[in-house]
């Protein structure tokens, strides 16, 4: 499985973006996807994650209300729509796979890694 990262940029402070991660693969539609953050000098970080169908969600406190994680399995894509976005938002955001069908928010439990594409807010 090959995941592949884009949508970053520089935004100012309370500006909006939309990442977008395709992957290659069969059976993406029956799979976990999540979005993970790291930022300079820190660990990498829970952002959102989503079940195979869509139907449940989670999100990471510091993002919640201003982010929206989604899924087109027809597609194999899945986006993060970020709004109202802060200067502590600055970061490489990175998606993930898990080949289970079971929502997580631990990074070790996921499978394949895409490339990672930057954030920047500026203030």
């Known amino acids: 499985v090959q995941l592949q990262a884009s949508g970053g940029g520089l935004v100012q402070a309370g500006g909006s973006l939309r990442l977008s991660c395709a992957a290659s693969?069969?059976?993406?539609?029956?799979?976990?996807m999540g979005w993970f953050r790291q930022a300079p000098g820190k660990e990498r970080e829970f952002v959102a994650v989503?079940?195979?169908?869509?139907?449940?969600?989670s999100y990471a406190d510091s993002v919640k209300g201003r982010f929206t994680i989604s899924r087109v399995n027809a597609k194999n894509t899945v986006y993060l729509q970020m709004n109202g976005l802060k200067p502590e938002d600055t970061a490489v955001y990175y998606c993930?796979?898990?080949?289970?069908?079971?929502?997580?928010?631990?990074?070790?439990?996921?499978?394949?890694w895409g490339q990672g594409t930057q954030v920047t807010v500026s203030s």
């Open positions: 989503i079940s195979s169908t869509g139907s449940i969600t």
């Open positions: 993930a796979e898990r080949n289970l069908a079971i929502v997580t928010i631990k990074p070790h439990a996921f499978d394949s």
């Open positions: 693969g069969r059976t993406f539609s029956n799979h976990v």
